[in-house]
């Protein structure tokens, strides 16, 4: 049962970058449609200052979810691989796939950058929390 709550959390991640990339081809290809920009910043991003918020935050934000998500996968593949799965790992898988989730919804609406850093915070200590108990369980047999 572990198993499948940290593979569904991994799966949540994924359908989140799914979500995030319709979004910023949406609000990209709107922006061009109405001549907010040109479709050449988008081939080098040389002129990423001429990007509204609104496109850099699309952006940077579909960005983010190949950055912490890396260390949720490593670690989820290695719990599930060596068995390590039990209701704190799993728990902690759901916290953060939840947090990755609220932070993108935060990110590209208010952009309230406290909350948003609340919600990043928590994700984050998750995925050391996810680390730091999976080794200490393999190493110390606990």
Known sequence: MHEQILIASMGLIWLLKII????????????IKRGEVRVSV???????????????QASRNYS?????????????LLIIVLGLGDT??????????LSRYIHSYIH?????IVHRMYVFGLGILSIHAMWIYSLGKYFLQI
């Open 64 to 76: 983010n979810l190949y950055e912490a998500p890396s260390l949720f996968y490593a670690i989820s």
């Open 88 to 97: 704190l790992t799993s728990s902690l898988a759901v916290v953060f796939a």
């Open 42 to 56: 988008f081939r080098t991003y040389e002129k990423e200052h001429e990007l509204s918020s609104k496109l850099v």
């Open 108 to 112: 590209l609406g208010r952009n309230n």
């Open 20 to 31: 995030v990339l319709f979004r910023m081809f949406i609000v990209r290809f709107n922006a």
